[in-house]
């Protein structure tokens, strides 16, 4: 995470630039500039925290593909400069950057958010809607609620202190990946949005990544695959893995894993190829033989033993 505390305009735009920030920032009055705040990027998401006690104005100097959300902008009480107060939700914002390039915003003494980029976002709605390509996303003026605003940035808290030096979260992944799909799910199911009515009636996730993920499990079943090893193939979260399953197959990824385990063993079981049936059961990640027989036998109503001898036979 990028830490940035200026006194100088010239510095803090020099600094800016060099982390290919599309503003140029200026202060209300000449001759006044302090700006101190955070920016930390993780996949196609842009964090950033920044707070005055002179106050400045960002402007737009090139277009972005890109969606800024800025989930709080307050005032600061100069007798109290670390307390934030005065959130006006009027004055917060959902921007398309490429429909808003040159456009000043307003001066502000502290402001936090996140900009995601297009692409991240779109390919968010294509996945959970089921579509292969999907028209851009516009957001209406206005369309986030005060709640929102507070998930939002309660999430982007967390993102940023989690990623700091001592935050825990920058070795990782899952949780960093869990907090932003958090964050866009957020955004993509509480703003009012040209996708709002579709998503809301549709599935949480798309069929594609569960058909993704029972492939995956399909093709790596003699391997000691986890949930977690599933859920990164894929691309969706755990719980967003978890949810799926439950809503479109009325089962869990663990349970669907085990059924196929089950059945490669039936298969070797009937064909009467291999040592004995515990050799078989290890093969398919069962080491307890009779755990092994007893779903065996939930699952196909035999006794893998009886299914051996009889294959045997043949």
């Not at 960093?176 to 993509?188: F, R």
């Amino acid at each position: 995470m990028s830490q940035l505390e200026f006194f100088d305009n010239d510095q803090a735009n020099d600094s800016i630039r060099r982390l290919a920030a599309p503003v140029n920032l200026e202060p209300m009055e000449k001759g006044k500039f302090h700006i101190k705040g955070r920016i930390e990027q993780t996949g196609g998401l842009t964090i950033f925290g920044f707070a005055s006690i002179t106050g400045y104005h960002a402007r737009y100097i090139r277009a972005l593909d890109d969606f800024v959300f800025a989930v709080q902008r307050g005032s600061v009480d100069l007798d109290e400069p670390l307390r934030i107060r005065g959130l006006n939700v009027q004055s917060t914002f959902v921007v398309d950057r490429r429909a808003s390039d040159g456009k000043s915003i307003l001066p502000m003494s502290s402001q936090t958010g996140v900009s995601i980029e297009a692409t991240t976002l779109l390919k968010a709605v294509s996945d959970r809607l089921g579509e292969e390509q999907v028209a851009r996303i516009a957001f209406d003026p206005g369309g986030m609620s005060l709640p929102l605003h507070i998930a939002c940035e309660n999430i982007c808290y967390t993102l940023q202190m989690g990623l700091s030096e001592h935050g825990g979260l920058a070795g990782n992944p899952l949780v960093i990946a869990n907090l932003q799909d958090a964050l866009i799910n957020t955004i993509l199911y509480g703003a009012r949005h040209s996708y709002s009515a579709a998503l809301l009636h549709g599935s949480i996730e798309l069929p594609r990544l569960v058909r993704r993920a029972m492939e995956f499990m399909d093709a790596n079943a003699h391997l000691p695959i986890t949930t977690t090893d599933v859920a990164v193939a894929s691309g969706l979260s755990i719980r967003s893995l978890q949810l799926t399953f439950r809503e479109r197959l009325e089962t869990t990824p663990q349970h669907y894993l085990r059924r196929i385990r089950l059945k490669r063993a039936y298969a070797d079981l009937k064909s009467g190829q291999g040592q004995g049936v515990g050799e078989i059961a290890r093969r398919w990640g069962f080491h307890s033989s009779g755990e092994f027989a007893r779903l065996f036998f939930a699952e196909f109503g035999e006794k893998p033993g009886n299914l051996f001898r009889e294959g045997s036979r043949r």
